[in-house]
């Protein structure tokens, strides 16, 4: 129940197109959802992150979706660029300072 | 800029070696974290620490200890290194309030021969 599962593993997408990766968690506890970026070569960095309250969070090009009667939440990345290419972590916690993390989708974005 | 230093990048250790892996902030967090990340497991909790002298286990504790003797500090120590400890170590802190946002080092690759 502590678990967050991530999905794809890992996704190709053009440049220009739209990028979706999606998370999926059991606990209802959980109150705080965000997602974090790698490049290769460096640690994870705070991208975008919700709270249960509201549906949908927009940063620039960068979209999480919340949907808390299917328990799941997702991150859109819209005119993906190149340099997005990275690793993206989703996370939960129940407002404690340990986070469940999913297991990470690499993203490639093609020129 | 903030930030959490992890004192070594890369390290080569032998099997059977005790290998320290450092770790600092200069932020003034109450919590410090450490995870390992491997391919397709993504981040797994090794260690965690909410105060000076105080710690926790997380889901892969077997093997490795920790230490915080001081608030900005947090060592991860392994007493006996095994090739199946191979990986990428990521040291993070955390203020102690909501939303206790992560900061994340770069990492140190361990490789065990």
């Known amino acids: ?111 | 800029d903030v930030k959490v230093t992890q004192s070594s990048r890369y390290l080569v250790k032998r099997t059977g070696e005790k290998v320290f892996l450092e770790c600092v902030q200069d932020m003034d967090h109450e919590n410090m974290f450490w995870y390992r990340q491997d391919p397709g497991l993504g981040l797994r909790l090794i260690y965690f620490s909410y105060d000076v002298k105080m710690k926790e286990k997380g889901d892969i504790p077997e093997g490795y200890s920790v230490s915080r003797e001081k608030k900005e500090r947090f060592s991860l120590i392994l007493e006996s290194a095994s090739t199946n400890q191979t990986s990428m170590y990521l040291c993070a802190s955390s203020s102690g309030t909501v939303p206790y946002g992560y900061t994340f080092g770069s990492g140190t690759r361990l490789t065990v021969v």
């Open chain 1, 1 to 111: 129940q502590q678990q967050v599962k991530q999905s794809p593993q890992s996704l190709i997408v053009q440049k220009g197109g739209i990028s979706i990766i999606n998370c999926a968690y059991e606990n209802t506890a959980f109150d705080y959802f965000p997602w974090y970026q790698q490049f290769p070569g460096k640690g994870p960095a705070l991208l975008i992150a919700i709270r249960p309250d509201v549906s949908e969070k927009k940063e620039g090009r960068f979209t999480i979706s919340f949907n808390k009667s299917a328990k799941q939440f997702s991150l859109h990345i819209m005119d993906s660029q190149p340099g997005d290419s990275a690793t993206y972590f989703c996370a939960a916690t129940t407002g404690t300072y340990k986070y469940i993390f999913g297991t990470g989708t690499r993203l490639k974005v093609l020129a």
